[in-house]
């Protein structure tokens, strides 16, 4: 395994023995990533951007790594954005996970709402580390929108 590379991916953050998230890695971060174990990678990014690799897909699956990419725009995330990627998560619960967008703003936020409603955490627990960034109103407002409509479903998950 190559964790200490993996670590020093911009904005890495250890979530849980299954889930790991980051900023744009680049390719031989990627490579990294692949000789950890993780088995998927999830970009929340967009694609085209300066931040972004030109054929991430292609990398990815080249490691034999799955790719899914469920591009979130930075000025408006969804909550249709929000359910790809639980159904994401969902459909993989068994497999090691790498979420990333740009700067692991998108990720985080995501997982937070993940480890909320799927795997029913506590709302400052699983909210903790994104409580430390630095979000844009309208992220805050997604995320207060998003705990509202889950508030009565969370918890109805399984386990990380």
């Not at 890695?25 to 929340?44: D, F």
Request: contains cysteine.
């Amino acid at each position: 395994m190559d964790n200490e590379q993996v670590q020093s991916i911009a904005n890495y953050r250890w979530v849980s023995e299954r889930i790991g998230s980051s900023g744009q890695p680049s390719e031989a971060e990627l490579e990294a990533v692949a000789r950890s174990g993780y088995q998927v990678v999830i970009n929340l990014g967009l694609v085209g951007e300066d931040y972004s690799l030109p054929d991430e897909r292609r990398v990815v699956e080249a490691l034999g790594l799955e790719y899914v990419h469920i591009p979130v725009v930075w000025e408006r995330p969804t909550q249709d954005d929000l359910e790809q990627f639980f159904a994401a998560m969902d459909a993989r619960k068994e497999k090691r996970v790498f979420v990333h967008c740009a700067a692991n703003m998108r990720a985080s936020a995501f997982l937070a709402l993940y480890r909320l409603v799927r795997l029913g955490w506590p709302v400052d627990r699983a909210f903790r580390v994104v409580r430390t960034m630095q979000f844009p109103a309208v992220w805050r407002q997604f995320m207060d929108a998003m705990v509202d409509r889950y508030a009565g479903s969370a918890g109805e998950g399984q386990q990380s």
